[in-house]
């Protein structure tokens, strides 16, 4: 059983920047995928970023390249989502989410992850 924990959500103005991180637990992290989902109300959850077990190859969603950047600490057993620019419609709550499938391209799709965790709220005021 693997238990993921985000922290780092928040109130900011628009153009600001907020860090979200993500620790795990029960498992072997250095293994796992790890992606970031979010979920504004009223829709659904959409993938954000992911990044392999390596940290070698980050994937964006096309409404957050060259905004926000994935990055992962296996030796802290951590992954991160670094967001600049923020924007109104990057208000959701905001999920890490782990893949025990050991694939060098990391998984977009929310079907491809095993556990998540309880989510952390953004909020970006305009």
């Known amino acids: 059983q693997v238990q993921l924990v985000e922290s780092g959500g928040g109130l900011v103005q628009a153009g600001g920047s907020l860090s979200l991180s993500c620790v795990a637990s029960?498992?072997?992290?250095?293994?796992?995928?790890m992606g970031w989902f979010r979920q504004a109300p009223a829709k659904e959850r959409e993938f954000v970023a992911a990044?392999?077990?390596?940290?070698?190859?980050?994937s964006y969603a096309d409404s957050v390249k060259g905004r926000f950047t994935v990055s992962r600490d296996n030796a802290k057993n951590m992954v991160y989502l670094q967001m600049n620019s923020l924007k109104p419609e990057d208000t959701a709550v905001y999920y890490c989410?782990?893949?025990?499938?050991?694939?060098?391209?990391?998984?977009?799709?929310?079907?491809?992850?095993?556990?998540w965790g309880q989510g952390t709220q953004v909020t970006v005021s305009s």
């Open positions: 990044i392999n077990w390596s940290g070698s190859r980050p």
């Open positions: 029960g498992g072997t992290f250095s293994l796992y995928g």
């Open positions: 989410a782990a893949d025990l499938g050991r694939a060098l391209v990391p998984a977009t799709s929310l079907r491809s992850y095993d556990y």
